[in-house]
């Protein structure tokens, strides 16, 4: 325990390190345990910052490109959250203890079940993870104040910028599979116009078409 103790310790300042400074991220990351959110077979390396491989051919990003999206976002207590992409829940988690309420929409049905499992184990309960096509988004759940995807896609499906609230912010890799794509964000004016904004380069998994969950 001690040991894990002060891995953990080690683990933020380490983010601290990579210029991560905002206070209520950090506070965050402390307290969702990453072992639990990666596969058995990980939980002695959970703290490395590196993206480790999941179910479903999936992966979970390292946790200093977690806590930079996060910050991103810039997130307050009484924001709605929708989260495009799920995979282990850890994302999930992390924006569970910065915003009143997070909605996740997860292709893989083995994945959603599991994320659902682990965030249960842990308490969390203003996370709501749905099955589902991540490209409609939840129309019946919007506005979102801010909007996180985490698979990439050449450009932001249209229903998903639509969701976003006046004011709010929405963050995407952009770009095609397999290769570079850049973080953007996009800021919705309440007068209609549309800043972007790019971020920093980055390699995800992609946004996968359909409207049928995947067993």
Same mark, same amino acid.
Request: glycine share 8%.
């Given at each position: 325990?001690?040991?894990r103790?002060?891995?953990r310790?080690?683990?933020?300042?380490?983010?601290? $390190? #990579? *210029?991560?400074?905002?206070?209520?991220? +950090?506070?965050? /990351?402390e307290?969702?345990p =990453?072992? #639990?959110?990666?596969e =058995?077979e990980h939980?002695?390396?959970?703290?490395?910052?590196?993206? +480790?491989?999941i %179910?479903?051919?999936?992966?979970?990003?390292?946790?200093?490109?977690?806590?930079? /999206?996060?910050a991103?976002?810039?997130?307050?207590p @009484?924001? $709605?959250i929708?989260?495009i992409?799920?995979?282990s829940?850890?994302?999930?988690?992390?924006l569970?203890?910065?915003?009143?309420?997070?909605?996740?929409?997860? =292709?893989?049905?083995? +994945? %959603?079940?599991?994320?659902?499992e682990?965030l *249960?184990?842990?308490?969390?309960?203003?996370?709501?993870?749905? @099955? *589902?096509?991540g490209? @409609?988004g939840l129309?019946g759940?919007?506005?979102?104040?801010?909007?996180? +995807?985490?698979?990439?896609a050449? #450009?932001?499906?249209?229903?998903l910028m639509?969701?976003?609230?006046d004011?709010?912010? !929405?963050?995407?890799? !952009?770009? &095609?599979?397999?290769?570079?794509? /850049?973080l953007? =964000?996009?800021?919705k004016?309440a007068? *209609?116009?549309?800043e972007t904004?790019e971020? /920093?380069a980055?390699?995800?998994? &992609? !946004? !996968? &078409?359909?409207? $049928?969950?995947v067993?």
């Amino acid at each position: 325990m001690r040991k894990r103790e002060k891995t953990r310790n080690e683990f933020i300042s380490s983010l601290r $390190k #990579r *210029g991560i400074d905002d206070k209520r991220v +950090l506070a965050a /990351m402390e307290k969702v345990p =990453r072992e #639990r959110f990666v596969e =058995r077979e990980h939980e002695d390396i959970a703290f490395s910052d590196q993206a +480790l491989p999941i %179910a479903c051919g999936q992966t979970i990003s390292q946790p200093s490109l977690v806590a930079a /999206m996060t910050a991103a976002l810039k997130i307050a207590p @009484e924001h $709605k959250i929708l989260e495009i992409g799920t995979g282990s829940g850890y994302q999930a988690a992390i924006l569970s203890h910065l915003a009143h309420k997070i909605v996740s929409v997860e =292709r893989f049905s083995a +994945l %959603a079940k599991i994320a659902r499992e682990r965030l *249960g184990e842990l308490g969390i309960g203003n996370v709501t993870v749905i @099955e *589902g096509d991540g490209a @409609e988004g939840l129309p019946g759940e919007a506005p979102f104040d801010r909007i996180m +995807l985490t698979a990439a896609a050449l #450009r932001v499906p249209p229903a998903l910028m639509g969701q976003l609230a006046d004011n709010g912010i !929405l963050i995407a890799p !952009l770009g &095609p599979p397999g290769e570079i794509q /850049m973080l953007t =964000r996009f800021t919705k004016k309440a007068s *209609g116009v549309l800043e972007t904004e790019e971020l /920093m380069a980055v390699r995800f998994v &992609p !946004l !996968l &078409p359909g409207t $049928k969950p995947v067993s």
